[in-house]
């Protein structure tokens, strides 16, 4: 079969030299949803519309279209998306010059924005209706709440309150509602399953000022917590997200969260509070507070004290094992059961409190702080520092990130000649010691930042540890 060309040039088919060029279009490279999708947060209906609305910075659009986070088809595409403060509906405006297949067809970009905000998701009169309609909608959920008293360690705007609710009933639809924020602004986030028993929700609400005629509160963040069965007779109490709303940032209203969450696990006799899986500034707030509420802690003072001045006396360049400044069993159990703090989180202050208790101008400390830190993560990672055990730690290649991929496994010792499947190598053994150091370095930076945030916000307490 042949194909018939159309409009030939008769000019071009006399001279065989001038003859048409005939190319393939490129292909479409897509667009990243990063560059042409943004979301704003809205308090009213004059708002809607206006890119000078205040927006919100999503930790990445890209992952929700596709394995490339692309999206194909579109010339001068534009993605606006606007949730209302007052019910956290939605309402997206899509334009776009045209459409044409470049050879990875057209994303459809309805199904990808229902996934994100789901039956939030409605049209722009519905949506504008909202902020008249469900004005009163967060007070109908903080109604049946109660108030959360609790010792801030700043003071906190008067009008600002911690509000405890259980995830049922209005507050269950009004987490539905905040789930797309989560997973827009929280790295991995997926949402809880409300249907599970022993869930509830701390809010950070704003009172109303006479003046305000919009809402009597107003949202500023969230906690969802879970209370779950420890054998025998106990409670825990897990941290799953935590979230204060972009504009309210900085003002310390996730400070103020842990605290209540604190607050609840001591007046109701909790077994501890754990975290999952917390974001690094999110552990390190939560390390800010807790060391601050441990300087305060009589029980710990004596032997913080002792800790600290072995340090100080140890002769670095004569010890003959490793260095250890972990706390005492039964202090750690007093930690928890006054304080609520759970172990890994406790050992993880006192290593901060060590520090605070130092002078960062004593090399000798300096060193013998470093290389308690070092041997803890050693035996960590290898089994200890005398021996590993076992264990043995090599660089591995890795796409992901070549200088920093390792693998830790286990080799028979102590067995036959034919039983030991790994000899570790000199060079094995330099870039381990090169993991290791960044490793502590990484650690060692952490304690500091946290040292600094607590020097800054603790220093009564401060004088008050270092008189005794």
Not at 99 to 127: A, M, R, W
Not at 177 to 205: K, Q
């Amino acid at each position: 079969m042949a194909l018939k060309q159309k409009g030939t040039d008769p000019a071009a088919a006399a001279d065989p030299k001038k003859r048409r060029r005939v190319g393939f279009s490129g292909i479409d490279a897509g667009v990243e949803a990063n560059e042409c999708m943004k979301v704003f947060l809205v308090r009213n209906p004059d708002e809607v519309g206006s890119v000078d609305s205040t927006s919100i910075q999503p930790f990445d659009l890209n992952h929700f279209f596709g394995e490339d986070g692309k999206i194909y088809g579109y010339k001068n595409l534009k993605i606006n998306v606007w949730i209302s403060e007052i019910s956290f509906h939605g309402y997206a405006e899509i334009s776009f010059e045209e459409t044409s297949d470049g050879g990875k067809g057209i994303t459809d970009l309805k199904p990808v924005l229902q996934n994100i905000f789901g039956e939030n998701l409605v049209e722009k009169e519905e949506f504008l209706q909202t902020f008249s309609k469900e004005c009163q909608y967060i007070s109908n959920v903080v109604i049946n709440g109660n108030v959360i008293k609790h010792d801030g360690s700043n003071e906190s705007d008067p009008a600002v309150e911690i509000v405890q609710v259980e995830l049922q009933g209005a507050a269950a639809f009004l987490y539905s509602r905040l789930v797309p924020l989560v997973l827009l602004l929280v790295e991995g986030s997926t949402p809880i399953d409300i249907g599970e028993h022993g869930w509830e929700m701390l809010l950070v609400v704003k009172k109303p000022t006479q003046e305000s005629s919009v809402s009597k509160f107003q949202l500023l963040g969230f906690a969802a917590v879970h209370n779950f069965y420890r054998y025998p007779e106990s409670t825990r109490l897990r941290v799953s997200q935590i979230l204060v709303l972009p504009p309210y940032q900085g003002e310390g209203h996730g400070l103020c969260l842990l605290e209540a969450i604190n607050s609840i696990a001591q007046s109701e006799n909790i077994y501890d509070v754990t975290i999952e899986d917390p974001s690094d500034y999110l552990q390190y707030v939560r390390s800010s507070i807790d060391c601050l509420r441990l300087l305060t802690f009589d029980p710990i003072k004596s032997v913080l004290c002792a800790t600290v001045s072995s340090l100080k006396e140890t002769n670095l360049s004569k010890r003959t094992c490793s260095l250890r400044m972990v706390p005492p069993a039964d202090l750690t159990e007093t930690v928890r059961q006054k304080l609520k703090i759970n172990k890994k989180q406790f050992l993880r202050c006192w290593e901060i409190l060590i520090y605070l208790n130092l002078d960062s101008e004593n090399q000798k400390s300096m060193d013998n702080f470093r290389a308690c830190i070092y041997d803890r993560i050693k035996g960590e990672i290898l089994g200890g520092a005398t021996g590993t055990n076992g264990k043995r730690l090599v660089q591995i290649p890795s796409s992901f990130n070549e200088e920093e991929s390792f693998a830790v496994y286990w080799t028979h010792e102590g067995g036959d000649a034919d039983d030991q499947t790994v000899e570790q190598q000199s060079e094995d053994l330099k870039t381990q010691e090169q993991q290791l150091n960044e490793l502590v370095d990484n650690q060692m930076e952490e304690i500091v930042e946290v040292a600094k945030n607590v020097t800054s916000r603790g220093k009564d307490k401060l004088s008050e540890l270092a008189a005794l």
